[in-house]
């Protein structure tokens, strides 16, 4: 977790209204070491007027997307021509921070809209994808999971190097582990080899891999 936040926190820019997101970076820094620090609540109520603020900066302006990423950005001309507004990446921060909070606080319900609105203004972004895929995952929702998923693995290719793998390799264990739930193991079974493509010793695959081998075997014996 201290690793996502600190990718994801990177990631803000600072572009013409350097004062208001440098403040909101520093406010951002500290929601961060509460929440690593096991303190939800507390980090809750420091977002709220952080997330009202947000609000504000951009309320009546056309559909603000976060300015997260160069190759994300660049990708929004594609999906909302130049009718958007780009918007601080740290907005996306704070709703996602929000939400995981809330699911440290056993509230997923009340998480999920918060997810759902960061990828509303960061639909390219893989981490927040699957976030939300792995929110729609614990409420049992497989196929809408499974497709979010999908989604941040088609977001990763965006994405070089380690930090492509690293999202690639957990969109497709999520679309996986859903096609499991759903009764389709030889589909979950491609989508983890290709998790072993990019992660070749990853133990969590493996037991999987192991695990849809011993559903086989139950089948014909039964």
Request: glycine share 6%.
């Amino acid at each position: 977790m201290k690793l996502a936040f600190a990718l994801l926190l990177a990631a803000a820019p600072i572009g013409a209204a350097q004062a208001q997101e440098s403040t909101n970076d520093a406010k951002l820094g500290e929601i961060v070491q509460l929440i690593q620090g096991g303190q939800p609540q507390q980090a809750v109520d420091k977002l709220n007027p952080l997330l009202a603020d947000y609000e504000r900066r951009y309320a009546g302006k056309p559909k603000p997307l976060c300015d997260v990423e160069p190759a994300e950005t660049k990708a929004y001309a594609g999906v909302a021509g130049k009718d958007y507004t780009l918007a601080d990446g740290g907005w996306c921060i704070a709703l996602w921070a929000k939400g995981f909070a809330l699911i440290d606080l056993k509230q997923l319900d009340a998480a999920v809209p918060f997810l759902e609105r960061s990828v509303a203004l960061a639909p390219f972004h893989p981490h927040y994808l699957s976030e939300l895929g792995y929110a729609y995952q614990a409420q049992k929702s497989w196929q809408r999971s499974y497709d979010f998923y999908a989604r941040a693995a088609d977001a990763a290719l965006r994405q070089e190097g380690d930090r492509r793998n690293k999202s690639l390799r957990r969109a497709w264990f999520g679309m996986a582990f859903d096609m499991i739930e759903m009764g389709r193991l030889d589909d979950a079974e491609k989508l983890f080899r290709k998790c072993l493509e990019v992660s070749p010793n990853d133990e969590a695959v493996k037991s999987e891999l192991r695990y849809i081998e011993e559903q086989r075997a139950k089948k014909k014996t039964s």
